[in-house]
């Protein structure tokens, strides 16, 4: 009597743990083909964002060149815009109201003598010098100088030493009238 009560729990538990198995056979195949499925859209993944990459950084190879480009020709476009006009300091004194000395750096609104004399080491003297170099280059030399210069924005000190190179006083007047500290 004793017998059966007792294989009856057995059996059952013999029967339970190979259904057990053979369902945790049945589903680690299962699980190997999802793995094996997302591992391989991860792969797929990873080489899409390198070809990604690849491109981003050859758009951006061909966009600095297309800026240096721009930069260059636009630099050069200020300078050609009209000719070198004679200095004339009464005309500029009676414009800007204080008197100018000729490549006087100092009249570009945002360059004081600090800067001026970084500007004049590196080989910029004259208002054509400054009206024919880069924003890029500028700020480099600014940069170069030391923290308490590379906080300047010199993109437009350029445009301003070509009017002062062109004598364009009262259009150099006016542009300065509408820049605080330099900036647009």
């Given at each position: 009597?004793?017998?059966?009560?007792?294989?009856?729990?057995?059996?059952?538990?013999?029967i339970?743990?190979?259904?057990?198995?053979?369902?945790?056979?049945?589903?680690?195949?299962?699980?190997?083909?999802l793995?094996?499925s997302?591992?391989?859209d991860?792969?797929?993944?990873k080489?899409?964002?390198?070809?990604?990459?690849?491109?981003?950084?050859?758009?951006?190879?061909?966009?600095a060149?297309?800026?240096?480009?721009?930069s260059?020709?636009?630099?050069k476009?200020?300078v050609?815009?009209?000719?070198?006009?004679?200095?004339?300091?009464?005309?500029?004194a009676?414009?800007?109201?204080?008197?100018?000395?000729?490549?006087?750096?100092?009249?570009v609104?945002?360059?004081?003598p600090?800067?001026?004399?970084?500007f004049?080491?590196?080989?910029?003297?004259?208002?054509?010098d400054?009206?024919?170099?880069?924003?890029?280059?500028l700020?480099?030399?600014?940069?170069?100088?030391?923290?308490?210069?590379?906080?300047?924005?010199?993109?437009?000190?350029?445009?301003q030493?070509?009017?002062?190179?062109?004598?364009k006083?009262?259009?150099?007047k006016?542009?300065q009238?509408?820049?605080?500290g330099?900036?647009?």
């Amino acid at each position: 009597m004793n017998l059966p009560c007792i294989l009856i729990p057995i059996l059952v538990g013999i029967i339970c743990g190979i259904l057990g198995y053979l369902l945790g056979k049945l589903n680690s195949k299962e699980d190997d083909s999802l793995a094996a499925s997302l591992q391989a859209d991860l792969d797929a993944c990873k080489a899409n964002t390198k070809s990604l990459n690849t491109k981003i950084a050859s758009l951006e190879a061909d966009l600095a060149a297309a800026n240096a480009k721009v930069s260059a020709s636009a630099s050069k476009s200020f300078v050609s815009e009209a000719p070198s006009a004679l200095f004339d300091s009464a005309l500029a004194a009676n414009v800007l109201g204080k008197k100018i000395k000729q490549d006087d750096l100092k009249i570009v609104e945002g360059i004081g003598p600090k800067i001026e004399a970084l500007f004049n080491d590196a080989g910029i003297k004259t208002w054509r010098d400054l009206s024919e170099t880069s924003t890029e280059k500028l700020q480099s030399i600014l940069d170069a100088g030391g923290e308490n210069y590379a906080i300047h924005n010199p993109s437009t000190w350029a445009k301003q030493a070509l009017f002062a190179y062109q004598g364009k006083w009262q259009e150099l007047k006016e542009w300065q009238e509408n820049l605080l500290g330099g900036k647009e």
